[in-house]
């Protein structure tokens, strides 16, 4: 695997890679953007695009302009060294760790904003997170240039819009969204598990079990309150039950595939009638 923390290096490697690309014209480059504290979410990502090209590339860089919270941000996992060695181990052929001066050599000057769905859920609660998260990911993917980006609909509302983002202005990496992994108590994967305690994680689960079994999200909002969850929201939007929730200083997201009636368009916004959720 080979390791670039510099972008200007990166952009010489791709530069090389164009020509030979074009010569055999048969690389295909899939890459997968993390902020590391890699997991087997990231894991699947890893292989599903090692199935489907010949060049994997990876990305890590905790992007501070989507903390919303300076807290959050320092309390992020990290563990670069685990990371490299994970990915060593997966196949991937290039790593980027680029620096913070270098993403942002304009200081945040130029931004990219959604004006709609990034507003609500994780959006309503925190302010600037997705202005962060599509501009980090569009000088990535400007970067990489790939023919397929790899994200976990884990993250559904920032896939969603990391989707929209792509066709609005003509990227012509494909976004693959693929389906949440979970620990065997059906707790979703994700990087900031690892600050729960044993016991916690195994009772975070919880989270997955009521958005599944609930016969309403406002049902779902009440017993993960009364299970001592403090609830961010629990909404229902393009045929999923979504929800965010703290729990031991904590901030855990998941979401379920419910069934709705066939006249709710859930495309155009929340669902109004449930009638029963699967995972
Ligand atoms: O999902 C994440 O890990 C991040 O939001 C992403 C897409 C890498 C952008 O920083």
Redesign the pocket.
């Known amino acids: 695997m080979k390791i670039l923390e510099s972008l200007k290096n990166w952009q010489c490697e791709r530069r090389e890679f164009d020509i030979s690309g074009t010569r055999t014209k048969q690389n295909t480059i899939g890459f997968i953007?993390?902020?590391g504290a890699l997991h087997n979410g990231h894991l699947s990502l890893v292989e599903q695009a090692r199935r489907e090209n010949n060049v994997v590339v990876a990305s890590i860089?905790v992007?501070p302009t989507?903390f919303n919270n300076a807290e959050d941000l320092i309390k992020y996992p990290r563990d670069i060294a685990r990371d490299i060695e994970f990915l060593h181990g997966h196949n991937v052929d290039y790593l980027l760790l680029p620096s913070e001066s270098e993403m942002y050599e304009d200081q945040y000057r130029f931004r990219l904003s959604e004006c709609e769905e990034s507003k609500i859920l994780c959006g309503a609660f925190r302010p600037g997170h997705f202005d962060g998260?599509l501009t980090?990911?569009m000088k990535l993917l400007n970067l990489v240039r790939a023919n397929r980006c790899y994200?976990g609909e884990k993250?559904f509302q920032?896939m969603r819009l990391i989707k929209r983002m792509a066709s609005t202005f003509f990227i012509e990496t494909e976004i693959v969204a693929c389906p949440i992994v979970r620990e065997s108590s059906g707790l979703a994967m994700s990087s900031r598990n690892e600050r729960l305690s044993a016991i916690g994680r195994v009772y975070a689960s919880k989270l997955f079990e009521t958005l599944k079994t609930a016969d309403s999200s406002a049902i779902a909002l009440r017993e993960l309150s009364r299970l001592g969850f403090q609830v961010e929201y629990v909404e229902e939007h393009w045929g999923r039950r979504l929800a965010a929730v703290w729990f031991e200083g904590v901030r855990l997201i998941d979401n379920v595939s419910i069934h709705v009636s066939p006249t709710n368009n859930v495309e155009q916004g929340a669902a109004t009638t449930t009638l029963g959720a699967t995972p």
């Open positions: 953007p993390t902020m860089f992007n989507q998260v980090v990911v994200m993250d920032q």
